[in-house]
Each structure stands twice: as C-alpha cells, then as structure tokens.
C-alpha cells in the first residue's frame, strides 16, 4: 500500500511535513483562544452558521461531517436545545467554526444580539427537510436571510435540501426548482433580491454532504484561486485526469483542478482516504512506538480493474492529495513524484504568506484601527500575471507521452526558481 521514495530528501523543500495522526480529529473548540494549532484565534477565524428548523438534520450533518460518525448513529441524536460551537482548526487552509443553533430559536427576541451572531459570519447554511413539508422552513428562511443580510452584506447564504436520500431523481428535482422559485420569489417580493442563494441536494448517508460542504468551505478560502492555478499546472504537466487536496479529517476537498467534478471519482477518493487511514492506523505503528502511521515518504496506490489508478500523496499533516489518472500514464512515475515535490513546495509557500499575512493584521490591529487582510483584489497570492510573490525551487516536468521521457533525460540537476503562477516547462 505504500510507496517510498529514496531520494526524495535531495529535492524536498525545506519545511517538515507532518503525518497523519493515529487518533485523527480535530480538538475540541474551548471557547476562547487559537485552535489546536491554528495561528487564527476565534476571534478572527470565520463561522459557518447551520440553521433551520427542528429535526432538519443540522446536527448530524455536523457529527457525520467533522466528527465522523456514523450515518446510522445520528439517529440516536437529540434535539440541539443550545448554541453549540466547533473549532475546525488543523493549521492548513481549513480554519473556521461551526455553528450549530436550536430551530426555536428566535431572531426577533430582544435578548438575540444578531450583531454578535451575524457579524463575523463568513457563510450561513440553511438545512430544509425535503421529506417534510417546507412552508415553514421557506418561512423561516426568508427571516433568517434578510436579517442576516441587513447585519452583514458579505455573508454567503447556502441552502442545503437535506435528507434526499429516500427520494426520487425526478421527486428530487423538482422539490430543488420549487424551493428554489419560492425562496427567490419570497426574496424578490420584500425588494432583497440582491441576496443570493446557493442550493445543494444533500444526505448523510452518501457523499453529498461532504461536497456540498467543500463548496461552501472553499468560499471562505481567499487562496483558492492559487491552489486551483497549482492543481491545473500539476495536471497538465503530469497526464493526470483529475485531482483533489482533501482535507483528511472531513473528507472536505479544499481545491480541486479545472475539470468539472464527477460524483463517482469523488466517491473514489473518498473511500480511498479512509482504506489509507484504517490501514495505517492498524499496521503503521509499532505498539511501543509513537511514530506516525503516514510519513512524509509515503504514498498509497490503488489500482482499479478498468485501468485507472487512484494515487494519494501526503501535502501536510491534515492535507492529502489525491490523483486520478489511467494507468498507463503512471509509466513515468518519477515525472509525478517530481512535480508533486513542487506543488508541495509551493503549498508551503502559500501557507507561508498567509502567516506573514495573519502577523500584519495582527500587528496593525494592535498597533491602530487599520488592518491588512488575507484577502481583497490585491493580495499577493492571486494567480494572473507575474509571479506574485509566490514561486518554487522547481519547474515541473512535462509528463505527456512525447515529452515525458526527454523531460527526464534533460531535466537539469539544479532546481530552478521558477513562479509556480507560470511557469517554465522544463523539456
């Protein structure tokens, strides 16, 4: 299952990579103060508000999702009676909180501080019951956005219609067009239609869940558009098909390349990141040992009986990423490795400037009332142009079937710094 390779070290950046842990979770949210090891406090980090009415599947959609429990036990749930906050904190791009609110709650009530609640919201998830009746979710909804919205503009609003599972594709579709017609009309009739909603068909007991929630977490990410330019460039020089950077622990893909998602490749990569777990934690570890089940030279392999290849490398200690692509391609696997060490490299160095970026905000908050941020139209992790302050120690290797095996014999034996943002093929 596992693939090591021996001169790795002369080409691996200098950073340390971490591995994924035996107990594989995130900490438990305090209340107060920075995560288990993110630089953002609670502060600073954004919150992803889930609301809805009762027995709408807010908590399970919560535990299957960050806390990986079963589907089957969520049954056994009870009702959510008070806020309840989780601290998604594992010092990659995956730093938020999770909100989770009881469906009685009532905005109107003078002791709600919506300022408080709504003010540094970076997304809000509405959960509707598609086997119930949903005119009071719609009502409820529309309440729920448009005070929202007056607190604060920048909120991102999604509407999950939960609990599909049971139901017909056709039954499914047309329960997604009607709430979608009656929640815009509702919005356009009260003169909101400035606000815009985003819906997605969800159930815990398939993978759904896990990418409506990637869409809705990559919103929050301002350097999504480096990592999808570093996808593409890892794939077009690699002849790989498709590739994800999951965040392990959630199964949340942070990032993905150009090409539209397919649900079934999804699920793939999915399954693989827990047979990779499972395995580890059960022949990884010595049992007086307290080395890590997946190191930094680690890798897993997965060969599919129609000829596709499913290959997982390790980027840090929460991010894997996840590769798809015919096996005849992976002929020239040391053309992947290679590229993958500069992908790797430049993830350190968009990891590195958000932390210089986080010390500024600090700093200038501290200091006075103004403050950089992370993101805005000039940030320098942007993926037009030059190089943009972010560039790596080497230029990825053309792994197309006429170049592939020329890259390899001219590739030179100094790294060359080349903008990762665009770059120079080496052939």
């Given at each position: ?62 535990k ?22 989780d601290?998604?904190?594992?010092s ?10 009881p ?55 999604e509407v ?221 992790t942007?993926?037009?142009?030059t ?33 990762v ?7």
């Open positions: 299952m596992s693939y090591e390779q021996d001169d790795e070290d002369q080409y691996a950046p200098n950073f340390s990579v971490g591995s994924f842990p035996k107990e594989f979770g995130y900490g438990p949210f305090d209340g107060d103060g920075d995560g288990p090891t993110g630089p953002l406090t609670g502060e600073q980090k954004p919150r992803i508000l889930l609301m809805g009415l009762r027995r709408s599947g807010k908590s399970s959609i919560q299957v999702v960050f806390h990986k429990m079963s589907p089957n036990e969520t049954l056994f749930l009870e009702s959510t009676n008070k806020i309840i906050k601290d998604i904190s594992n990659s791009f995956v730093q938020f909180q999770i909100w989770d609110f469906g009685q709650i009532d905005f109107f009530d003078p002791t709600f501080d919506s300022d408080m609640i709504f003010g540094g919201c970076g997304a809000l998830v509405f959960v509707i019951d598609a086997q119930d009746e949903y005119n009071d979710a719609l009502n409820r909804l529309h309440q729920t956005v448009t005070k929202a919205h007056k607190v604060n503009p920048n909120i991102r609003f999950f219609i939960h609990k599909v599972d049971g139901l017909s594709d056709d039954y499914k579709m047309e329960t997604q067009r009607d709430i979608h017609q009656r929640a815009n009309d509702d919005l356009a009739d009260s003169g909101m239609d400035q606000i815009h909603l985003s819906f997605h068909l969800t159930s815990i007991y398939d993978h759904s869940i896990f990418e409506a929630f990637s869409k809705v977490v990559q919103k929050l990410i301002p350097q999504l558009p480096t990592l999808e330019n570093l996808l593409n460039i890892l794939i077009s020089n690699s002849a790989i098909e498709k590739a994800f950077l999951f965040d392990v622990v959630s199964k949340i893909y942070i990032a993905t390349d150009v090409s539209p998602v397919d649900m079934q490749s999804y699920e793939l990569c999915c399954d693989m990141i827990d047979v990779v777990i499972d395995v580890s934690c059960i022949y990884g570890l010595h049992e007086d040992a307290e080395a890590a089940a997946f190191d930094s030279q680690s890798s897993s392999l997965i060969k599919l009986n129609n000829g596709t290849i499913l290959y997982l490398r390790e980027v840090n200690k929460f991010l894997a990423l996840v590769c798809i692509l015919r096996e005849a391609n992976f002929d020239r696997q040391g053309v992947i490795d290679y590229n993958f060490l500069c992908f790797r490299e430049a993830i350190q160095q968009v990891f590195e400037l958000r932390s210089k970026n986080q010390m500024l905000y600090n700093t200038s908050s501290q200091g006075n009332s103004s403050t950089v941020g992370e993101s805005g139209p000039n940030t320098s942007g993926t037009s142009g190089s943009n302050g972010i560039s790596s120690n080497a230029a990825p290797l053309d792994n197309s079937p006429n170049n592939a095996s020329e890259s390899l014999k001219q590739s030179p034996a100094v790294l060359y710094p080349v903008s943002t665009d770059p120079t093929i080496v052939t």
